[in-house]
Every structure is written in structure tokens, then in C-alpha cells.
Nanobody, 117 residues
Framework: QVQLVESGGGLVQAGGSLRLSCAASGRTASSYVMAWFRQVPGKEREFVASIGRIGGRALHADSVKGRFTISRDNAKNTVYLQMNSLKPEDTAVYYC??????????WGQGTQVTVSS
């Protein structure tokens, strides 16, 4: 199993930047495909980005492509989401997730990101 703890959320003005971190403990994080999702109250959870294991092939949702970048540091068991050029519509609770394969089965508690206009 792996435990995930997100940090780095907060309030930022439109056009600003934030970097989210997801610290993984337990089984070595490098064994997992890692991802970020986000959710607004009343809406379904939305995929934001994912990154593969060692070698880290990254995928980004079209809505964040060119603005957000997912990365990982396996030595620190940490995954990051660098968010630039933030927009009010990026406001959401951001969740870190992990899977060995198939559906994401491990989730963090979430961190709130609020972008003011």
C-alpha cells in the first residue's frame, strides 16, 4: 500500500503560479503510476495529469496543457504539479492518486486551490 499527502494549495490571483506536492509513503512510490485530479463541488472528478514510473512519461489534460506540468522525484517519493498562468476555472480541490495498474486505487485527502479573478 501507499499513503499520499498533498500540500501546496492556497489562494492565488489569476495569472499566478502554485506548485502542489504529493508525498508518498509506504511502498516505494516509483512502483506506481501517479496522477493529479481535481474536483469542484457538484461536478465529477476531472483528470489533470499523470506520470509513469521510472522514466516518467507525462500526460496532461487539454484544459491544462501548456500551463501545468507534472513531474516526479523518485528519490524523494514525491510528485509535483507546477501550475502556471492560473485561471479562476482552475479553482478546485486537487487530489493526488496512485496505481500499480488499472484504476487509481490510492488517493490523498486533497488540497484546495482557489484562483481569484
Amino acid at each position: 500500500q501507499v499513503q499520499l499527502v498533498e500540500s501546496g494549495g492556497g489562494l492565488v490571483q489569476a495569472g499566478g503560479s502554485l506548485r502542489l506536492s504529493c508525498a508518498a509513503s509506504g511502498r516505494t512510490a516509483s512502483s506506481y503510476v501517479m496522477a493529479w485530479f481535481r474536483q469542484v463541488p457538484g461536478k465529477e472528478r476531472e483528470f489533470v495529469a499523470s506520470i509513469g514510473r521510472i522514466g516518467g512519461r507525462a500526460l496532461h489534460a487539454d484544459s491544462v496543457k501548456g500551463r501545468f506540468t507534472i513531474s516526479r522525484d523518485n528519490a524523494k517519493n514525491t510528485v509535483y504539479l507546477q501550475m502556471n498562468s492560473l485561471k479562476p476555472e482552475d479553482t478546485a480541490v486537487y487530489y493526488c492518486a496512485a496505481t500499480i495498474q488499472g484504476p487509481y486505487s490510492y488517493w490523498g485527502q486533497g488540497t484546495q486551490v482557489t484562483v481569484s479573478s
